[in-house]
């Protein structure tokens, strides 16, 4: 077992929302990871995850990437422009070329690296046509870049499975226990780690609901979702304005 620290950079998907303990903090697919490792490392094992939900690609670059290089972790997860997508400024190309300056610095010192091709979460979210082109254009440049500085390539986007609504909360934006649950044995697996069983399992698809029942349903997520969320863009706020970081420097998983 070649890896004795992990630390997880990132923003919601990292941090671990929808998939919460008992209570009521999240856990999420790192947590899971960082489980496993440590069972297999021992209890010299130690993890950090600095993600903290809301955070666009600067912010995590300038806030989390800092701290991450300054722990000198065996293992580092990198997974940020998720938010950046849905913002009207979004500039495909002046991202993928601070992605590629970033993933070199966290390349430079040594560590593992984990990358994301994010999952098409928009399969059932409104504004499909302008979005999805670009999570395809953020996860060629995550490819590409992968490739260049030799980073481990986890790609959800591949992943049919994460079509089925079962894997995603009901938000519709963030992962479910079950999503998280297969992404963390992804991320194992691409380690060349064994992972549990029931964490790939795919949970069935919900029965089609009529049409009526649907339209319902997305007015319902409109309104518990969709609308504070576009409060909070119109009033420069964001999700993780009062949130910091759930385990913010290295230590045993038992802290």
């Not at 722990?71 to 938010?83: E, Q």
């Not at 069935?204 to 029942?213: D, F, I, S």
Request: net charge positive.
């Amino acid at each position: 077992m070649r890896w004795r620290s992990f630390v997880a950079v990132g923003d919601s998907f990292t941090e671990g929302m929808d998939d919460a303990y008992p209570d009521g903090g999240y856990r999420g697919w790192a947590d899971l990871v960082a489980t496993r490792l440590a069972a297999e490392a021992g209890p010299d094992f130690r993890y950090a995850n600095l993600a903290v939900r809301g955070r666009l690609f600067p912010h995590v670059v300038a806030e989390q990437v800092p701290a991450a290089l300054e722990m000198k972790p065996d293992l580092i997860s990198f997974a940020a422009g998720g938010n950046d997508v849905l913002r009207r400024t979004f500039d495909p190309g002046a991202l993928a070329e601070r992605f590629d300056d970033v993933v070199g610095r966290l390349r430079s010192g040594g560590a593992d690296l984990v990358l994301f091709r994010f999952a098409d979460v928009m399969a059932r979210l409104p504004g499909q046509r302008l979005v999805a082109p670009r999570v395809q254009l953020l996860n060629r440049a995550v490819g590409d870049t992968a490739q260049r500085h030799g980073a481990i390539l986890v790609d959800l986007y591949a992943d049919d499975t994460f079509l089925n609504p079962m894997l995603w909360s009901t938000d519709r934006l963030h992962l479910s226990a079950a999503g998280h649950r297969r992404v963390a044995g992804q991320v194992l697996t691409a380690l060349g780690v064994g992972c549990e069983e029931d964490w790939l399992l795919v949970p069935p698809r919900p029965t089609p609901t009529p049409w009526l029942a649907a339209r319902a349903a997305d007015l319902r997520w409109a309104g518990r979702h969709l609308a504070p969320w576009v409060k909070r863009r119109l009033t420069g706020r964001s999700s993780g304005d009062t949130v910091t970081a759930k385990r913010p420097r290295l230590g045993p998983m038992a802290d």
